[in-house]
């Protein structure tokens, strides 16, 4: 078996491994000092993407010996990039002629091929080391990811690229972390962890609202739909009681106001149901303001 196929095979044992077992744990492990002893190279790390596989084990698990051995593997694999740019530089000061003309002549497809992939072999690196926007995309990344009802995402962008993404256009914004950048943060993570508004976190997940959407969407906007109902009864109740205010009523002494118990009233009748219903009655005390209705 080659090394590239033991590695694709320690990659998908490390993928199924749940983080809060304790003997995953121990596998985990044992699977990362396998790694080390393996004579990886620079093309076995781009095909397989390890480096991403290893990395995502060391933010998700609590193991300190798998958070150490994770990262000095990652180290050491890195260290590929610099010995790659160190033969590329010493070999473009030998010829100046040649170093120009490969500059001046585009890309083609494979130079950017090769482009693309090599990045994906290695973790991104964050773009601050402000510790309140690590620890804002830190709980970002907990609300984007928590799954309810067995949801999954395979294929889209994981939580914590989504948080870094999420974050970075909050601060955008307000170009600095005051109680403004905090407060918009924590109506985010508040409406991505209700447990009654799934929608909104799949939308996220999946790309139907972009972080750029999300990042300035109101509370009306990001409310669960039992919400949004309440609110719609609360607004259609607001402007009927605005409609009936502007509409002149007919005054009378008929009707006792059952607050102050004055009788200085003025009524107004609207059809509410169907029209082989009676009418409503809404009164209006001129006195103290106190309103309601009958049929």
Do not use: H
Request: hydrophobic content about 35%.
């Amino acid at each position: 078996m080659s090394v590239e196929e033991d590695v694709l095979r320690i990659q998908r044992r490390l993928t199924k491994m749940a983080s809060e077992d304790a003997k995953g744990q121990e596998q985990a492990l044992d699977l990362l000092k396998e790694l080390q002893r393996m004579d990886i190279n620079l093309e076995v790390l781009t095909k397989t993407r390890i480096g991403m596989t290893v990395n995502a084990l060391r933010k998700s698990t609590k193991d300190e010996e798998v958070i150490s051995l994770a990262r000095t593997l990652i180290k050491n694999w890195k260290k590929f990039l610099s010995a790659r740019d160190s033969a590329a530089a010493g070999g473009n000061s030998t010829s100046n002629s040649k170093k120009e003309k490969k500059e001046d002549r585009p890309k083609d497809d494979k130079d950017k091929e090769k482009d693309k992939k090599l990045p994906c072999s290695f973790p991104p690196v964050s773009n601050t080391t402000d510790s309140v926007r690590l620890k804002c995309r830190e709980m970002l990344a907990v609300a984007i990811g928590a799954e309810v009802g067995g949801e999954e995402f395979d294929g889209c962008a994981s939580p914590e690229d989504l948080a870094e993404e999420l974050e970075e256009c909050i601060y955008q914004e307000f170009k600095n972390t005051d109680m403004r950048y905090k407060n918009r943060v924590r109506s985010r993570i508040s409406n991505l962890k209700d447990v009654k508004n799934p929608q909104l976190r799949m939308n996220f997940r999946v790309g139907a609202i972009p972080a750029a959407r999300l990042a300035v969407m109101t509370a009306e906007e990001m409310a669960n739909d039992e919400i949004k109902k309440v609110r719609e009864r609360f607004m259609k109740e607001a402007i009927n009681d605005a409609q009936l205010a502007t509409v002149q009523g007919t005054k009378t002494e008929m009707l006792k106001c059952g607050k102050c118990k004055k009788k200085n009233c003025t009524y107004n009748q609207l059809q509410t149901r169907s029209s082989d219903e009676p009418m409503t009655t809404f009164v209006l005390c001129n006195e103290c303001g106190n309103r309601w209705k009958f049929c």
